[in-house]
């Protein structure tokens, strides 16, 4: 940037000239010291004007490696930002920046716009999916009216094979439907208490049937007996989008384990991916469909790739057991006493 390059010049000139200044300061007054001219090229002068150098050079490499490291602190700002956005943000915030600099401000402004497109791009798709899955319904109506219609004159074989895919079909598109409503504010969650183990264990039941004809492993671990709010067929999608990714996309064992701490229960599945050239998984629709749902239900969710294995973790805020004291109980008693 061109305003910290300037005042890094400045401030190596002026520590260079505070560096020659005490090395001829010292000099001149070795030299006013001494009666003996000769002196003046001895070798302890020599000593002197290399500590003197030395002290200089001391003396600029500080404010420069300070500079050096703030200038780096703010790219690093700006790569942490980006980051954050690509794997774990559905709101796409704008990236703001404490370094007032000129050109890196304008530097951020660009991303800004770029983050503004990605934005109405993904609006749009999600727009478009809205309108191509509300269009599939009334095909898939009259396919299925058709076939309830020819079901004495069809195979008993082809028919069940043709009604389970219509149904397959059928249900994809509900689900697409309701993804946009639900992306849309058009419905809101409605959550019930629930026990999380519980909830989990009902959802991903299926799966390990899945992952032993793929001869994998499907590990749980759900010893935290908590409960929480939860909307049903939103935290039902949320697991379904998060173990499919772990079964299309990725390798071995899946890992599902449950760890609580500060008011919250971490919801962790951990498998490990496939050996490629590139740095994605998959489309990224599932993931994308994954943030939609979590921001609609107030729940946080990241995912980021450690080694060769892919985290993605889902925060629930707990709820008190029942009978114990908390704030809103506390505050009510003391109202009424």
């Not at 003996?36 to 500080?62: C, K, N």
């Not at 915030?93 to 791009?121: H, T």
């Not at 689900?175 to 019930?192: H, Q, S």
């Not at 990224?284 to 469909?289: D, F, M, P, S």
Request: aromatic share 6%; with cysteine.
């Amino acid at each position: 940037m061109t305003s910290t390059k300037l005042a890094v010049s400045l401030i190596c000139l002026a520590s260079a000239g505070i560096g020659t200044g005490i090395a001829l300061g010292v000099t001149w007054l070795y030299a006013s010291q001494s009666s003996d001219h000769g002196a003046q090229v001895s070798p302890e002068l020599l000593r002197i004007w290399i500590t003197s150098l030395a002290v200089a050079a001391a003396v600029m490499v500080l404010p420069v490696w300070i500079f050096w490291r703030r200038v780096n602190h703010s790219v690093q700002q700006l790569t942490n930002a980006l980051a954050e956005r690509r794997v774990s943000s559905a709101e796409f915030p704008v990236v703001v920046s404490l370094n007032r600099d000129p050109e890196y401000q304008k530097l951020v402004a660009e991303v800004n716009c770029l983050i503004g497109v990605l934005k109405e791009s993904q609006t749009r798709l999600d727009q478009y999916a809205a309108k191509v899955a509300h269009e599939l319904r009334g095909p898939l109506t009259l396919l299925q009216l058709q076939l309830d219609c020819e079901t004495k004159q069809l195979d008993p074989q082809f028919l069940d094979v043709m009604t389970a895919q219509i149904r397959r079909l059928t249900e994809y598109v509900d689900t697409a439907l309701y993804l946009a409503k639900v992306a849309d504010n058009k419905i809101r969650p409605f959550k019930t208490r629930q026990k999380i183990a519980g909830s989990v264990q009902e959802i991903v039941a299926p799966y390990k049937l899945q992952a032993a004809a793929q001869q994998r492993q499907l590990s749980i671990d759900l010893s935290i007996e908590s409960e929480a709010e939860l909307d049903q067929k939103i935290f039902g999608l949320i697991l379904h989008n998060l173990l499919t990714n772990a079964m299309t996309h990725g390798l071995g064992e899946i890992r599902l384990r449950s760890r609580a701490g500060n008011g919250a229960v971490a919801l962790v599945i951990l498998n490990r991916v496939r050996a490629t050239g590139h740095t994605e998984i998959g489309t990224g629709i599932g993931l994308r469909t994954v943030e939609s749902l979590t921001q609609a239900h107030n729940l946080k969710f990241r995912t980021r790739r450690v080694f060769n294995c892919y985290v993605a973790t889902l925060r629930i805020p707990m709820l008190a057991p029942d009978g114990a004291l908390t704030p809103q109980k506390i505050k009510a008693d003391r109202l009424v006493q």
